[in-house]
């Protein structure tokens, strides 16, 4: 089913289209990026004039038929991934007096338990900066919550759920990611929840393309960085994302996907490298005794990768001229620490500092290289390993416009790493 | 401790880099006692590839036929001892933490009071050349990195019999070895030293380095000292064959409990290398950590490689420098990933004398110099100039 994102007039009421099911790849993705104030995934444009006023008793009609095919709360898009497990939560904000008679105990107090806390247990976290506000969706309006704990602990998230009988609400549970398969019986067993399966790239894609529709009364979803190359001058900024086709859109989760994306519908995946967020984790835990993502950037923030690798000047006392090799280029990542006094002479923030330098630096080589042999200039990095670390943002940023002597433009988007449970929840929403 | 190769080539540890005859030409035939020598300094090894002569025996036996004999002790076989001459280049490295031992050798072996000149490439050429300079009171003489690589692969590949081969694991051979062949370009060359230069060679005098990566053979030296405390880079080799990276590695099967099917990602491919090593609750052995770091960097490398190779249309790669060593996993995860990136339409091919081609083409160009004043006239060698 197709909807319109209107404003709610009226309570109960609903203004929409016919609610046939249309495909996905002609209509349902929001492939205009208009600025309309909370527009959800819509249908093209033209047909929502054409159809938008019919008289009351007709849409009182059409409401409830709509009301039978939208689906029960609560609504949920969850995307289970290598490391990280991304939840989005609508929170409806227009429940009438009647239907808070009539909701069910326990999804009032999941709604409560929700939206009342920024921390779930130990290592649950919901992004308040990321909430969406005064969302419209499937005719209804309220917040966008984002929330992410460790795959790790699925388990105790799975506990919860049993505990708070999610499974008698006969919701509909929307998974993606690799988890969704590989916890399916998981699900079942512990909470007693069936899942609906989705293919992770194609949630990613479509949540990305929704996020980017809406407007907020906040910060632009897509921004890139100006003046990379100069530490001084170099500042966000806004960049709208109209006529993104084609665009090389780069997850970079535990693992690499390259995708190419041509139009709404038509996209490949191009390639993906192993060497990840889940590397520089794994690395960074393993050579410097950290234990969480947090704990890494911030050592490397304060290390210096240099005195780590081996530059080009290390090998030939300055630049290497005839191939436009600068003396202060990385030659060999790591390349000093064959060297016993070099090792004992580096801290841990350097080697934290190096590992982010040479996982970011090789994915925008791979990344660079893919752009070229498919012919795009726009290259879009998500994915959570970009996650609080301004570092890679610029140093990505950087390797671009440098290394493709200003060809290539890498943008980035807050919701980062959210975009497939994004997915998740309007497949929820608007099956395709 | 320097790594030392035994100088008499017959009983030389490594047999893959052996001496290799230089082909009967008259431009070396010349040079009897004239000690020639390069040397490529890099960034972690400094490479030797010095001229000597080998004089062996020969028996050269003549048969007389019967029906010719005058007399019956006439003798049916006569047996002459001949000296031979045969010129074979030598190689031999050193790391770069001990140059100046590289350098006494050189200085007590190689150098003759008619030696004025050292050819000297690789980044070293231009750092060390002071100390190359004082130490053996000789000028050096630099030349180009790429353009002595180069010169050397193109060398080799024409002119040294099964200097190319390819790795099949699971084939009844695992080495294939190639023939040399006179029409060898276009070709890409990916070095692995220290770092990697990728190369697009078009003819002998037509190349470019196209681009390359600083994860390469310093980074696995580096990293693995780091993570298994094992300094000799042999040594993590040794490790690496013995692991298992799966306890390491997080595997498309970690993340999805099997393949990836729509995609065509089996489960057993590398999600995420070093995956697993984020949970602070498990120590993972030595052997484990080493062959995930080989996979990782061999992994990427291979796939870097196909970009550029995708990106110019080559369909040969060959790999040079000191990283592979006729290792088994490495040389088996660079095919398997050339194989993978590509769909088999890139073939993966490894030199025995890997690293030391900056070498061998540093020590032809000190040949073409010399033979131009030695033997005015003489034909430019194998085309290069």
């Known amino acids: 089913m197709a909807f319109n994102g209107h404003q709610r007039e009226d309570e109960g009421i609903d203004e929409d289209e016919t609610p046939t099911k249309q495909p996905r790849s002609e209509k349902e993705m929001p492939g205009c990026f208009k600025t309309e104030p909370h527009n959800e995934a819509s249908a093209s444009a033209g047909r929502s004039t054409s159809e938008r006023r019919t008289s009351n008793s007709t849409m009182r009609h059409r409401a409830d038929s709509v009301k039978k095919t939208r689906p029960p709360f609560p609504w949920f898009g969850m995307d289970i991934g290598g490391t ?43 992004d308040v900066h990321l909430e969406l506000q005064d969302l419209t969706l499937c005719g209804r309006t309220g917040n966008l919550h984002f929330i992410r704990f460790p795959t790790h602990d699925l388990p105790a998230f799975l506990q919860m759920g049993r505990n708070k009988h999610f499974s008698s609400l006969h919701t509909t549970l929307c998974a993606t990611g690799g988890g969704a398969y590989k916890f399916e019986s998981d699900f079942r067993t512990m909470a007693d929840l069936q899942l609906h399966k989705l293919d992770e790239l194609d949630c990613l894609i479509r949540g990305v393309l929704y996020i980017d529709s809406v407007m907020s009364s906040g910060p632009s979803e897509c921004y890139y960085f100006e003046n990379p190359t100069d530490p001084d001058h170099c500042v966000q900024k806004p960049y709208t994302l109209e006529n993104p086709y084609p665009l090389l859109l780069v997850n970079i989760g535990s693992g690499v996907s390259i995708l190419a994306v041509y139009s709404e519908s038509n996209y490949k995946r191009v390639t993906g490298t192993s060497l990840g967020g889940g590397t520089f984790l794994g690395l960074c835990c393993l050579l410097t005794g950290c234990s969480t993502f947090e704990e890494a950037l911030e050592m490397a923030s304060q290390g210096e990768s240099t005195r780590v690798d081996k530059l080009v000047r290390d090998i030939y006392g300055g630049d290497y001229e005839r191939f436009g090799l600068p003396g202060w280029a990385v030659a060999s990542s790591f390349g000093n620490m064959m060297s016993k006094e070099k090792r004992e002479s580096v801290s841990k923030e350097d080697l934290a500092r190096a590992t982010l330098v040479t996982i970011t630096n090789n994915i925008g080589s791979i990344t660079r290289m893919c752009a070229l042999n498919e012919n ?8 959570n390993f970009l996650r609080v670390n301004t570092l890679s943002m610029k140093l990505l940023a950087y390797a671009m416009d440098y290394w493709s002597k200003g060809q290539l433009k890498a943008l980035f988007l807050r919701h980062e790493g959210y975009f497939g449970a994004v997915g998740a929840l309007l497949e929820l929403l608007h099956p395709s | 401790m320097a790594e030392f190769v035994r100088l008499d080539s017959s009983t030389s540890r490594h047999t ?38 080998v004089q062996h025996k020969v028996a050269k036996v003549r048969s007389f036929d019967k029906a010719t004999k005058e007399a019956a002790s006439d003798k049916l076989y006569e047996i002459s001892v001949q000296e031979e001459v045969t010129a074979r280049l030598h190689f031999i490295k050193f790391e770069n933490a001990y140059i100046e031992t590289c350098l006494d050798f050189i200085k007590d072996h190689l ?19 002071e100390l190359i300079e004082r130490k053996l009171g000789l000028k050096v003489d630099k ?21 190319a081969f390819v790795y099949a694991k699971h084939a009844d051979s695992e080495f294939r070895f190639q023939t040399t062949q006179p029409d060898i370009f276009p070709y890409l060359l990916v070095n692995i030293g220290s770092g990697v230069s990728i190369v697009k060679v078009e003819s002998e005098d037509k190349f470019e380095r196209i681009g390359g990566s600083s994860i390469g053979g310093g980074t696995f030296w580096g990293l693995g000292a780091l993570l298994t405390k094992t300094k000799r880079f042999d040594e993590l080799l040794q490790l690496a064959s013995k692991g298992q990276h799966t306890s390491v590695d997080m595997l498309v099967k970690d993340i999805y409990g099997g393949s990836y099917g729509s995609l065509g990602l089996t489960g057993d491919l590398i999600a995420s290398s070093f995956g697993k090593s984020a949970t602070a609750d498990k120590e993972f052995s030595k052997e484990d950590m080493a062959k995930s770091l080989l996979h990782m960097i061999s992994n990427d490398i291979g796939q870097l490689a196909c970009l550029y190779a995708k990106l110019h249309n080559l369909s040969r790669v060959y790999f040079g420098g000191f990283f592979i060593r006729g290792h088994p996993v490495t040389m088996h995860t660079i095919t398997y990933s050339i194989n993978f990136f590509t769909k088999g339409e890139v073939q993966a091919l ?17 040949y073409i110099t010399y033979s131009r004043w030695r033997l005015p006239g003489s034909r430019a060698m194998y085309g290069c100039g």
């Open chain 1, 84 to 126: 990280l497990v991304k939840l989005v939560y609508f929170e409806p904000k227009d429940i009438t007096a009647e239907e808070e008679q009539e909701e069910v105990e326990n999804l009032k107090s999941i709604r409560r338990y929700l939206t009342s806390n920024t921390a779930y247990g130990k290592t649950g976290i919901r």
């Open chain 1, 376 to 383: 795009i200039e726009r290259v879009v990095f998500v994915g």
């Open chain 2, 16 to 53: 893959m880099d052996k001496s290799i005859t230089l082909p009967p030409d008259e431009i070396f035939r010349n040079l009897e006692n004239a000690k020639r020598f390069a040397i490529d300094i890099g960034g972690s090894l400094t490479k030797l590839a010095y001229y000597s002569t």
């Open chain 2, 111 to 129: 150098v003759n009071t008619e030696t004025k000149v050292i050819k000297a490439t690789g980044g070293g050429a231009h750092k060390f050349k």
């Open chain 2, 143 to 163: 030349e180009d990195e790429m353009t002595c690589l180069i010169k050397g692969c193109n060398f080799v590949l024409r002119n040294i019999p099964h200097e």
């Open chain 2, 350 to 366: 490894f030199l025995r004398h890997e690293g030391y081609l900056g070498a061998i083409g540093a020590f032809l160009k000190g």
